[in-house]
């Protein structure tokens, strides 16, 4: 199995990436890693035209799409920020994401195809807030919308998710063990995770223009 680690904490030796080392050193064996911050990327994170215009990758972008391209289980990490993503993180989704590469609409009808699918994911996000109150006050809005409008979406599953908060008042050092104990489970398991087939979803890419035409109709 291809694993995939992306580190989205825009700054290096934080929480998310000491989590990501325990979630590494706990895989199988048997497990090809490659491990990615998004920080380390040089790239426009600004989907400047939208989808009205090719906006072409950067080779750092090129080099993690085939990253995502050779996946089958992919492992993200995060600080919650304001309620979401730091930017750079969200700009990457902006910018690689695209009609045609990880999603395409069908002719005549309102679905579409989950180009990525064929992959598996465990997310996890740190937090100053407590996951109770993110739960049962706010929703769970982050959590919901990159399961089911982020990865969901483009065909990831099953999707694995873990909440760890409050990390500030000495909340990280008290948790870490814990939390880290969670993500070894999790990546100890990866490998019996049932995933779709990948081959025959990106078989159906199609081209910028192609994709651009087929959204409009």
């Known amino acids: 199995m291809n694993v995939l680690l992306i580190d989205g904490h825009p ?11 325990r979630y590494q050193a706990a ?6 890693v490659r491990r ?11 989907l400047r035209r939208g989808y009205a215009e090719a906006m072409p990758w950067e080779p750092d972008l090129q080099t993690f799409t085939a990253a995502l391209d050779e996946a089958d289980h992919v492992a993200i990490g995060f600080p919650l920020w304001w309620g979401a993503e730091p930017a750079q993180l969200k700009g990457l989704l902006d910018r690689v994401l695209l009609p045609g590469w990880a ?5 005549g009808d309102p679905m ?4 990525l699918a064929g992959r598996s994911a465990d ?10 109150y993110l739960r049962l006050v706010w929703g769970d809005p982050v959590m ?5 409008q982020v990865l969901g979406f483009a065909g990831f599953s099953p999707i694995r998710l873990f909440r760890f908060g409050q990390t500030r008042r000495g909340g990280a050092a008290k948790n870490f063990e814990k939390w880290a104990g969670q993500l070894e489970q999790a990546a100890a398991s990866c490998t019996d ?25």
């Open 123 to 132: 997310l996890f996000v740190t937090m100053d807030t407590p996951p109770w």
């Open 36 to 46: 990615i911050a998004v920080r380390d990327l040089a790239f426009d994170p600004n």
């Open 103 to 107: 999603f395409r609409y069908h002719k």
């Open 144 to 148: 919901k919308r990159w399961k089911n």
């Open 11 to 21: 700054d290096e030796g934080r929480l998310v990436s000491a989590l990501l080392d």
């Open 27 to 32: 895989l199988p064996s048997a497990c090809r």
């Open 193 to 217: 995770l049932k995933q779709a087939d990948k081959a025959a979803a990106m078989a159906l890419r199609t081209d910028h223009a192609t994709a651009q035409a087929e959204r409009a109709s």
């Open 112 to 115: 579409w195809d989950r180009l």
